[in-house]
């Protein structure tokens, strides 16, 4: 009896050895927990001082800023182009802090990005307040999904309309301004009048909008034909949003293209159809004219949008990018930023022309009343663990186009998330199993713990970083020759594929390539770590097997994710992946 017990020990120790503590069903891979660490040099070297705070206030992956108030509260919004949910929604009570509420475009029935790459989808939303009627409104343009449309909310957090079509209103960047007198009107970016007469020539429109019966009225007329001045063929005027102050209505414009030469200019008239004097001073706020080598530089700033506090003063939010070479390469896409300006000769005024944009501010003057329970979004650096324990996933994940199928699991209680694998891989324009969040630093390293049996070689889990269907890096397990590997791999380039901005030539017909493989299958009981880490401008992918971290692949140059190289309008997306069609 001792001697049966004695063997039936020895293979149970064995067993714990080899075999996996944690049960995966075949055509499923569990994440334990996903970790994440951002650590760049600057907030290092620049610890806040009382009362101050770090640009930018929503870091990675948050362009295209709009902000609107009622009361002491302020909510932001951002573009998410073809990721789901769409538009996240964030409350601040002092413009430092922001909650995320939730998304503005949580449901399938509000929009179908089924097939659309990656940059095309919602564009430059624009959130404002209806005082007249005690709403708020969110209104956008859906590229090659349908045109523009707004939807609306009593409450900021949801739920909000399905979608009130406008198919008057052509082109992009639609803006919704609520006059004093009851009366609205919606500007847009569209081809002036006879059209275009060079490449990048664009005017901004307007027409007045019934707010109670849900429809534009009247003429439309072109206000602003294209930009600070016409002889000088200024490019890309765009995202026009109107205020009212001093007795003038202000239009301002994004100018200038979302590169290096991006900027904001503004215009003023008595009358809101014009016509329009420009500011002398154009552009108020803009970098390109500052040298590519400066330290820690904030390019391609403009898309602003503004908010006067409830003490007076008044602040913009705006887009920006934090490039990590000279030759403006950056990962984690546009990012929110916050400055103050003040008025001269009743214009607005933010920095000398030779200033840079400031990475650390003193905090407004308001303060802060989030619930002490709400997450806040962080800056600077910081970390986060992600353990699913909650049984809902947090706000910041989000999936790449709409989820209509839930392929993952979660138990309220227990840590962890199950992904099924499904016959779509990360290179189609469809739906994959890819749950993502946004990379926040360029510094930085994330980390999973991954249970998982591939059952043959088109089957793989694991981390991906990803910019669009032909740029991403992946690190997962997968079988090559029946043996378990844990491999990095690519999208195979080719010259071919035309890319442009929104992926009008892209099929989505893109190879991988493996970098690097390691044969595991001697050890592995199928649990392993990841980790992916980005320094220096480098990429390096590690995994723990058998105790030991190992580095697969190392020194891979970061700029490969980069929006110079890889094209489009988002930052790098990182997060969990399985594929059942590797």
């Known amino acids: 009896m001792k001697s049966y017990l004695f063997i039936i020990g020895v293979i149970f120790l064995f067993s714990c050895s080899k075999n996996s503590t944690i049960k995966v069903n075949p055509g499923e891979a569990y994440f334990e927990y996903v970790k994440y660490t951002g650590n760049d040099p600057y907030y290092d070297q620049h610890p806040l001082g009382e ?3 770090y640009n930018p ?6 362009p295209d800023p709009s902000i609107c108030q009622k009361g002491d509260d302020y909510y932001l919004v951002n573009s998410t182009f073809s990721f789901f949910p769409g538009v996240p929604i964030f409350h601040s009570t002092d413009l430092v802090n922001w ?29 404002s307040y209806n005082p007249h009627n005690d709403t708020f409104y969110m209104i956008t343009t859906y590229v090659r ?3 523009n449309f707004y939807v609306t909310a009593k409450d900021p957090a949801g739920p909000w309309s399905d979608p009130v079509w406008l198919p008057e209103v052509p082109d992009i960047d639609p803006s919704i301004f609520f006059d004093d007198d009851g009366r609205a009107y919606i500007t ?3 081809d002036p009048e006879g059209g275009s007469t060079y490449v990048g020539h664009k005017a901004t429109w307007i027409q007045e909008f019934d707010w ?3 429809k534009t009225v009247g003429p439309r007329k072109m206000i602003r034909d294209g930009g600070h001045d016409l002889a000088e063929k200024p490019v890309w005027i765009e995202a026009p949003h109107i205020f009212k102050l001093h007795g003038y209505y202000y239009l301002t414009t994004a100018e200038g293209g979302t590169s290096i030469h991006h900027s904001q200019v503004i215009f003023r008239s008595k009358d809101i159809w014009g016509p329009y004097e420009t500011n002398p001073n154009n552009p108020i706020l803009t970098q390109r004219h500052l040298p590519a080598d400066r330290e820690f530089p904030v390019t391609n700033v403009g898309h602003a949008d503004y908010v006067q506090t409830s003490e007076g003063d008044w602040y913009a939010v705006f887009l920006g990018c934090r490039p990590y070479t000279v030759n403006n390469e950056y990962n984690i896409g546009r990012e929110t930023f916050l400055l103050p300006f003040n008025w001269d000769n009743e214009w ?17 003057n308001l303060e802060n009343k989030l619930p002490s329970d709400k997450p806040v979004m962080g800056n600077g650096n910081f970390s986060w663990t992600e353990d699913f324990i909650g049984g809902e996933l947090a706000f910041d994940w989000v999936f790449l186009r709409t989820l209509r199928e839930k392929w993952y699991t979660l138990e309220e209680g227990k840590p962890g998330i199950t992904i099924k694998l499904r016959d779509v891989n990360i290179r189609e324009l469809k739906q994959p199993s890819f749950l993502a969040r946004r990379q ?5 390293s994330i980390e999973t713990k991954l249970a998982f049996n591939p059952q043959n070689e088109q089957e793989l889990a694991g981390l991906v970083l990803f910019q669009n269907e032909a740029y991403h890096l992946t690190l997962g397990v997968t079988l090559i020759d029946g043996k378990t590997h844990v491999v990095v791999q690519n999208a195979k380039e080719d010259p071919s594929i035309v890319r442009n901005m929104s992926g009008d030539n892209f099929d989505g017909t893109v190879e991988k390539v493996i970098l690097a493989q390691k044969d595991i299958s001697d050890h592995y009981n199928g649990e392993i770590l990841l980790r992916a880490s980005m320094k220096d401008g480098e990429f390096s992918f590690e995994a723990n097997s058998n105790g030991t971290w190992e580095k697969l692949a190392d020194g891979i140059d970061a700029t490969y994710l980069s929006t110079e190289k890889a094209g489009g309008f988002i930052g790098t997306m990182m997060g969990l992946y399985a594929s059942s069609n590797e």
């Open 440 to 444: 926040q630093h360029h510094n930085m």
């Open 57 to 62: 206030i929503l870091p990675g992956f948050y």
């Open 188 to 190: 847009n970016n569209q």
């Open 348 to 364: 607005p005024e933010f920095l000398p022309m030779d200033a840079t944009i400031p990475l650390t501010l003193d905090k407004p």
């Open 51 to 53: 009362g101050q705070f």
């Open 212 to 214: 109670k019966n849900n």
């Open 145 to 147: 999904g349908g045109g």
């Open 99 to 127: 909650t995320q509420l939730g998304h503005v475009l949580d449901r399938p029935s509000q929009f179908n990005n089924d097939s659309l790459p990656v940059s095309a989808g919602i564009f430059a939303p624009q959130i």
